[in-house]
């Protein structure tokens, strides 16, 4: 529909540099720069390189995507950007530069959180979400359950990890095993060839005595330190580790629990819709297991594909434009970058 907005969307807060434009829900370019390949040396981003990769990237990146969508700056009708959690020198390189273009072109600015954007990004391929929904977002730097009701209006946590993020303990493992980094993507692959069952690795927080303190908590930390210590038996033993099936094991035991607790928090609020988002919903077998499971409950599982379940551009857009949808008011041009917002923000509107 041409009366939809045509929102562009800025993301810089880890280690992608991300413009995607959307039409509505339609997605018409999707363009990102990664630096990914720089910090893979070191096991981890590395904050000042990342920064600096973004204040490369962002003009070209931005050029990409106003080509691929055919599409000038004149003809966009808003400008999110993601303004927290994350970096502080990389979110501060976006929202300087969507500062600048919304200035120049006199557009309306939408400062929005990058977690509720991994939310919104489904609906580029499977329309509307219908409300309320649960959401579980997954990725390097969190793993939450959330109640949304209205994600133009704010979300309501249910639980989120006590220590290790998901995406974090798969890259943690990854080094421990020396697949290098980023290790969710290297897990998956070498898990393939593994036996899910090899090893019985713990399920953190899912006794009976964590049920009422800790029901929508995850907790990997326990989980990861269980893999090093059965590594390094095995190394002292002076027997080869079995890297598939130490992988299979491994994903096995965090896809179980974050599905299991996914599932728990839809029929816990009457819900009937789970939207997973964030690098981690890339995982072959979270994807299925959470299918499997959702569906002996009646309950519809949204997964966008892998390419937007990691940091794009595209999942920004998406969120400002529920956010012009919805008549939410946009973020002031000395919206601030903050790596610590929190998750009950979905945008700065003053
Ligand atoms: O959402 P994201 O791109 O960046 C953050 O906001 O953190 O997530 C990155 C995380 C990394 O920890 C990476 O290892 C993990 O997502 N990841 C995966 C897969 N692809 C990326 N974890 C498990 N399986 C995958 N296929
Ligand atoms: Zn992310």
New binding site residues.
Partial sequence: MPDEPLVLGIET????TGVGIVRGHTLLADALASSVEQHARFGGVVPEVASRAHLEAIVPTMQRAFDDAGVTLADIDAIAVTSGP?LAGALLVGVAAAKGYALAAEKPLYGVN?LAA?VAVDTLEHGPLPEPAIAML?????SSLLLVDDLANGVTPLGATIDD????A??KV?RLLGLG?????V??RRARAGDPAAIAFPRGLTASKDQAAHRFDFSFSGLKTAVARWVEARERDGEPVPVADVSASF?EA?CDVLTAKAIDACRANGVETLVI??????????RVLAEQRAEKHGIRVRVPR?AL???NGAMVAALGSRLVAAGVAPSRLDLPADSAMSLTTVSVTE
């Fill in positions: 807060s880890c280690d992608e994350g990058h991994h997954v990725s390097g730097g969190h993020a998901a995406g974090e798969f890259d990854a980094f980023p290790g969710g993507p897990i998956d994903q965090v988002g964030g690098g981690v919903a890339a995982n072959s077998r979270l892998p379940c990691t940091d």
